[in-house]
């Protein structure tokens, strides 16, 4: 089973407007992180924002913001107020376990274009 | 602030041919992880070290090797190279294990092109 699924291959905004970007995960431990990632064209990879399984708040980082739904399983990535220069690819991945060295879980990815 | 350096950035192989990745980690950053990306596709894990030793194990080809050095710099060596292995490779480091909460800091990425 998919453990982490971004069920938007494509999505466009209009530039200064909000957009959402879905990702819902599944694991059965108590213990996770959850985390944005944006790439752009030029391939690095850039980390926006992080989600843990016992943060009782959505985490907020400048425009970004994650809507964490923990009964349903999903961390949705909000970014307001869209600018040209967000258009890239978004990673939502996870990471589980108490004892995890690190490794993290990647989805498929959400292409976002931001229409000037 | 000092990232996590890749060399070379971009590689072009021919077919069984040998290719070898390295990675520089953020200063005191003590832990070297190595993802793959092919063409279109999500970052897949495929092993780190933690002060030298191998922390974890993913899905890295038997005909892939790597290791972390004692300035804690990694190595990917990957030999008998195949078409599939085109890919972007990806190094990150953290400040000992990250655990399920720390910060993976990524490198720009080495791309290699196997023709």
């Known amino acids: 089973a998919q453990k982490i699924t971004q069920t938007q291959p494509g999505m466009f905004v209009q530039e200064k407007e909000a957009v959402t970007l879905d990702c819902t995960y599944d694991?059965?431990?108590?213990?996770?992180?959850l985390f944005w990632y944006k790439q752009p064209s030029s391939g690095e990879m850039i980390f926006l924002i992080y989600?843990?399984?016992?943060?009782?708040q959505n985490a907020t980082e400048g425009r970004y913001s994650l809507n964490f739904q923990k009964a349903r399983k999903s961390a949705n990535l909000v970014i307001s107020a869209s600018q040209l220069g967000d258009s890239a690819m978004y990673f939502c991945?996870?990471?589980?376990?108490?004892?995890?060295?690190?490794?993290?879980?990647f989805g498929d990815g959400t292409t976002l274009t931001v229409k000037p | 602030a000092a990232g996590v350096i890749q060399s070379p950035r971009h590689l072009i192989k021919e077919k069984r041919e040998t290719a070898t990745l390295k990675c520089y980690p953020i200063?005191?950053?003590?832990?070297v992880y190595w993802y793959q990306q092919g063409p279109g596709q999500d970052p897949q894990f495929l092993i780190s070290?933690?002060?030298?030793?191998?922390?974890d194990k993913g899905s890295i080809p038997d005909r892939f090797s790597a290791q972390q050095f004692s300035d804690y710099h990694s190595e990917l060596n990957m030999s008998s190279l195949e078409l599939g292995d085109s890919a972007l490779y990806f190094c990150?480091?953290?400040?000992?294990?990250?655990?399920?909460?720390?910060?993976?800091?990524f490198g720009e990425g080495s791309r290699l092109t196997v023709l």
């Open positions: 200063p005191r950053h003590d832990t």
């Open positions: 694991t059965s431990d108590p213990s996770y992180g």
């Open positions: 070290f933690y002060e030298k030793m191998q922390s």
């Open positions: 989600q843990g399984s016992y943060d009782q």
């Open positions: 991945a996870m990471r589980e376990g108490a004892n995890n060295a690190g490794k993290s879980t």
């Open positions: 990150a480091s953290s400040q000992g294990l990250a655990g399920y909460t720390g910060e993976l800091f």
